[in-house]
């Protein structure tokens, strides 16, 4: 019976500890002012239009 409590208390412990990770994400990501915000976005946009995009078909050539 003892294993049981064991299992039980580690179990506990990697909850509370995913909890502790998931509040520690949410306030870096809140701690950002909607200026960063935007920055942030508009250098991710310029990255991503230096690469093709693939939602366009590509002729292989089989039809």
């Not at 299992?7 to 502790?20: D, I, M, R, S």
């Amino acid at each position: 019976m003892r294993w049981w409590k064991i299992l039980g208390l580690a179990g506990t412990a990697g909850v509370a500890a995913t909890g502790v990770v998931i509040v520690r994400a949410e306030r870096k990501r809140r701690a950002y002012t909607p200026d960063q915000v935007r920055e942030r976005l508009h250098a991710r946009l310029g990255d991503k239009s230096d690469h093709p995009d693939r939602t366009t078909p590509v002729d292989d050539g089989k039809s």
